[in-house]
């Protein structure tokens, strides 16, 4: 079987909206250059098409033509590494995502402790920001919940009473293991942040005192964030305004 045969085999197996690369063509690294003319003539033939440089998917047919991968799919390669969680998407994007604002953003940005990332994939510029910790399967969606209350106050034209309500009903689907996880990552955050968690927290288990969490603020600090007790009862316990 000649790379050519080998490429559309491997291809036709693949899901429509998939992307891929020359390693997931189980192809030898010598084989590079003539799988790139066998890829060039499947692009013509409109079988797959170009995401980026060494990026390629299959495109989704429908009864409407050609539909690219959703976002993650096309991050996937800066996403993960051996099947292995390294980065998430964060900013305006993951916001728009969690329905915190309408805005739809021409960059986007991955949080990673990887090197630095700065690319473009289709129309997408793709740069990274530094994660507060290594990034894992396990982790990554509590990062993106701090991240929230990281942006709180600069997210495009969010609400406030909307972005509580959110967090306040993501928390509360929370285990107790991934709620102390959540503590955990959080203390590796600014204040801010451990501070307006543990204000959620305690609207959430009234009972609980976060020793952790309270230990680790400074007690003569405030922290503003437009907020009253009506939206949040919690507020002044934590230096809140």
């Known amino acids: 079987m000649n790379v050519t045969e080998k490429i559309e085999k491997r291809i036709k197996k693949m899901s429509e909206g998939t992307t891929f690369r020359y390693q997931e063509l189980s192809i030898n690294q010598n084989e590079y250059p003539a799988a790139a003319k066998a890829l060039e003539r499947l692009i013509k033939k409109g079988l797959i098409s170009r995401a980026s440089t060494g990026l ?13 991968p959703k976002e993650e799919e096309l991050l996937k390669p800066f996403l993960f590494r051996d099947n292995r969680r390294v980065a998430y998407i964060t900013g305006t994007s993951l916001y728009n995502r969690l329905k915190l604002t309408t805005q739809v953003p021409n960059n986007i940005k991955l949080a990673t402790r990887d090197k630095r990332i700065v690319t473009k994939v289709g129309s997408l510029q793709v740069r990274s920001v530094k994660s507060y910790t290594d990034v894992t399967n396990d982790n990554y969606y509590l990062l993106e919940l701090l991240d929230v209350l990281k942006d709180f106050k600069t997210i495009p ?30 203390i590796l955050y600014p204040p801010r942040v451990r501070a307006l968690l543990g204000a959620l927290l305690s609207k959430l288990n009234p009972g609980e005192t976060y020793i952790e969490l309270k230990k680790s603020i400074n007690p003569l600090t405030e922290f503003a964030f437009g907020l009253t007790k009506e939206q949040l ?8 305004n």
Request: hydrophobic share 40%; glycine share 2%.
């Open 56 to 68: 390629f998917y299959k495109p989704r047919q429908t009864a409407f033509g050609k539909l690219k």
């Open 157 to 186: 034209d969010t609400d406030k009473n909307q972005t509580i309500k959110f967090m306040l009903q993501a928390i509360k689907k929370l285990t107790v293991k991934e709620v102390d996880k959540l503590i955990k990552v959080a």
């Open 233 to 240: 009862s919690t507020i002044e316990n934590w230096n809140i």
